[in-house]
Each structure stands twice: as structure tokens, then as C-alpha cells.
């Protein structure tokens, strides 16, 4: 691991090169709150870019620069936080990872805003397993192997003004998800679909702009279709 915190309050990360560590480039761990992860780059590492881990929470992780992260047997990650609440992850590049940005284990009340999460070989963004209450707003996820944006057994997160196009499956995926709120996101050219649904009929969509559906119940007021190409 390059920098570990843990049980550490109101302290900063600030403008570290962290590279070629075999586990996590930065690991915040057991009750590290109200810490700022800023202006750092973060690859190649072989896990984890940056990792928030139990119960880290109040946290800001703000202009970083967590590319390359890979393996070559296993998915890695580039921004992962885990059973952590109310952080902040704002105007990150997470490409050219495994998964860009990962909410996961009942991850809730954080927001995403403003990130790249780009030609990553899975999925852009992912949020899973019982995180809910989560904001997903103004990022770009385009051109990841799978999709833009995985929601996997989680419940009532909003997901608004978003690029998810040109991903190589699909552009959002919901499997088991309900509750979760879609507006005014940009949806285009993926290669299978736009929108895939698995059971998952009672979530709320608004505004956004796609071509196909697949699976997905909910009515979209106001929906449009992708610009055509000349």
C-alpha cells in the first residue's frame, strides 16, 4: 500500500505520485473521517487506486488522477468505497481501470459529480449491494468494455445529467435495483443497449435522451431520441 489511514480525522492527502504498489495505492480504513484526498495521481497500482474501507466517512476525495489500475487475473478498481457514507468523489479521472468508481456493501449518501470514468474494461461506474441514497451527477462513462453505469441490488439513488454513450454492451444497467431515479442523462450509441433492465420495474426515469430499451417498464416523460449521425 502507498498511504494508509486509519482511525485518522480531519487530515489531507495532497499531491503524491502513488505507483506501481503490488496492493492499494491509498487505503482509508476503521472510522478515518473528514479527510481530503486531493491533486494526486494514483497508477499504475494492482488493486485498488483509491480505496475507502469501513465506515470512512465525511470524506472528499477531489482532482485526482486514477488511471491504469489493472491486473491481469482479477477486476480492480479505480475509486472504490465500501460500507463508507457522505463522501464526496468530485472531478476525478478514473480511466483505463478494471471499474472506474465503485459504491459497494451499503455505500450510501455519497455523491459522484463532475468525474471521468472512461475506457475502463468493465464498467464506468458501479453501485451495488445495498447502497442507496447515492447522487450520480454530470459525470462522463463512455467507451468501458461492459457499460456506462452498473445499479445492482440498490435502491433509490439518483442519477441525473450524465454521459453514458459509445459503451461497448450497454449504457446503464439495472438488475434488482428499484426506487433509483434517471433524469436527463445522455444515453447513446451503445452497442446492445441503452437501457437494460433485470427485474426492475419500479424505478422512476425523466428527460433522458436514447434509442433502446431493454427490460425497463418505467414510463420517461419527456424522453428524446439520440442525435443522428450525418
Same mark, same amino acid.
Given at each position: 500500500?502507498?498511504?494508509?489511514?486509519?482511525?485518522?480525522?480531519?487530515?489531507?492527502?495532497?499531491?503524491?505520485?502513488?505507483? *506501481? @504498489?503490488?496492493?492499494? #495505492? /491509498?487505503? $482509508?480504513?476503521?472510522?478515518?473521517?473528514? &479527510?481530503? +484526498?486531493?491533486? !494526486? %495521481?494514483? =497508477?499504475?497500482?494492482?488493486d485498488y487506486g483509491i480505496l475507502l474501507y469501513s465506515?470512512?466517512?465525511?470524506?472528499?476525495?477531489?482532482?485526482?488522477?486514477?488511471?491504469?489500475?489493472?491486473?491481469?487475473?482479477?477486476?480492480?478498481?479505480?475509486?472504490?468505497?465500501?460500507?463508507?457514507?457522505?463522501?464526496?468523489?468530485?472531478?476525478?479521472?478514473? *480511466? @483505463?481501470?478494471?471499474? #472506474? /468508481?465503485? $459504491?459497494?456493501?451499503?455505500?450510501?449518501? &455519497?455523491? +459522484?459529480?463532475? !468525474? %471521468?470514468? =472512461?475506457?475502463?474494461?468493465?464498467?464506468?461506474?458501479?453501485?451495488?449491494?445495498?447502497?442507496?441514497?447515492?447522487?450520480?451527477?454530470?459525470?462522463?462513462?463512455?467507451?468501458?468494455?461492459?457499460?456506462?453505469?452498473?445499479?445492482?441490488?440498490?435502491?433509490?439513488?439518483?442519477?441525473?445529467?450524465?454521459?453514458?454513450?459509445?459503451n461497448y454492451d450497454q449504457g446503464i444497467m439495472v438488475?434488482?435495483?428499484?426506487?433509483?431515479?434517471?433524469?436527463? &442523462?445522455?444515453?447513446?450509441? !451503445? %452497442?446492445? =443497449?441503452?437501457?437494460?433492465?433485470?427485474?426492475?420495474?419500479?424505478?422512476?426515469?425523466?428527460?433522458?435522451?436514447?434509442?433502446?430499451?431493454?427490460?425497463?417498464?418505467?414510463?420517461?416523460?419527456?424522453?428524446?431520441?439520440?442525435?443522428?449521425?450525418?
Open positions: 500500500t502507498g498511504i494508509k489511514f486509519e482511525d485518522v480525522n480531519d487530515s489531507f492527502i495532497l499531491n503524491n505520485r502513488i505507483s *506501481n @504498489n503490488v496492493y492499494r #495505492g /491509498i487505503w $482509508l480504513s476503521y472510522n478515518t473521517y473528514n &479527510n481530503v +484526498i486531493q491533486d !494526486n %495521481t494514483v =497508477n499504475p497500482n494492482y465506515s470512512s466517512s465525511n470524506n472528499t476525495i477531489i482532482n485526482n488522477v486514477v488511471n491504469f489500475n489493472i491486473a491481469a487475473l482479477t477486476e480492480v478498481y479505480g475509486i472504490y468505497l465500501s460500507g463508507s457514507d457522505y463522501n464526496k468523489i468530485i472531478d476525478n479521472l478514473a *480511466n @483505463n481501470n478494471s471499474n #472506474g /468508481i465503485v $459504491l459497494h456493501s451499503g455505500a450510501s449518501y &455519497n455523491e +459522484i459529480v463532475k !468525474n %471521468t470514468a =472512461n475506457d475502463n474494461s468493465v464498467n464506468g461506474i458501479i453501485i451495488e449491494i445495498n447502497s442507496k441514497m447515492n447522487i450520480v451527477e454530470g459525470n462522463t462513462a463512455n467507451n468501458n468494455h461492459i457499460r456506462g453505469i452498473l445499479i445492482a441490488a440498490a435502491s433509490q439513488n439518483t442519477v441525473i445529467d450524465n454521459d453514458f454513450s459509445n438488475s434488482l435495483g428499484s426506487g433509483n431515479d434517471f433524469n436527463d &442523462n445522455l444515453v447513446c450509441d !451503445n %452497442t446492445n =443497449n441503452d437501457f437494460y433492465c433485470i427485474d426492475s420495474e419500479t424505478n422512476l426515469a425523466s428527460g433522458n435522451t436514447f434509442d433502446t430499451r431493454n427490460g425497463c417498464a418505467w414510463a420517461d416523460a419527456g424522453r428524446k431520441s439520440c442525435p443522428q449521425t450525418p
